[in-house]
């Protein structure tokens, strides 16, 4: 149960769409806008979930025409995102500013988030503790990855708004958003290799 939570904590906090997008709104929004988007990215995480465990992600998933429009979507959307901090200038804006992404923003992001599906692929068909009963390690798995997946994303959001408050030097704020748009392109280049085995 230590390797999985150990595992957990570290495919959780490496950079994805989720974490950076957290960071983004709380440096763009503040903790107030960030906490209601985090609620739309948890409610999705855990749809993502249900939706690994239940076997529905594997038969949709199944069927290779949807599997590539969706991998395509996803990776155009995280591109998409990338190419939005990487030219969003000297100012850490990880996302636009005129309008905050609320819940369903979360909600969405969560379910086309191709790392959500791999991290959960990984975690529930992995790390087996609880031999007399799957349900049983399942329903522990959720509790682990929740009482994890919340404090990390909110350190994450703190993070953005204490970025925000720092008023960082220009160079230092171009840094930090190409950093993050090359941990955007390492995702779209990991959803890539993965449907072909790699």
Do not use: C
């Amino acid at each position: 149960m230590l390797t999985f939570a150990a595992a957990l904590f570290f495919l959780i906090i490496t950079p994805g769409p989720g974490v950076l997008s957290t960071a983004g709104v709380g440096s763009g929004y503040g903790f107030a806008a960030g906490i209601r988007y985090l609620s739309g990215l948890f409610v999705g995480t855990n749809l993502v979930a249900l939706a690994v465990v239940s076997g529905l992600a594997a038969v949709v998933l199944a069927e290779p025409g949807l599997r590539e429009i969706l991998l395509y979507a996803s990776a155009g959307y995280l591109l998409y995102l990338a190419a939005r901090i990487a030219f969003s200038g000297t100012k850490i804006a990880f996302i636009e500013r005129s309008k905050a992404p609320g819940f369903l923003g979360g909600v969405v992001l969560q379910t086309i988030n191709p790392k959500a599906y791999a991290v959960n692929t990984a975690l529930f068909s992995g790390f087996a503790f609880w031999p007399g009963s799957a349900a049983v390690e399942i329903a522990i798995k959720f509790a682990i990855i929740n009482a994890i997946w919340i404090p990390v994303h909110l350190l994450w959001l703190a993070a953005g708004v204490f970025l925000h408050r720092l008023d960082l030097p220009s160079r230092v704020q171009f840094v930090i958003n190409v950093l993050m748009a090359l941990s955007m392109l390492a995702v779209v280049a990991l959803a890539a290799i993965a449907p072909h085995g790699g």
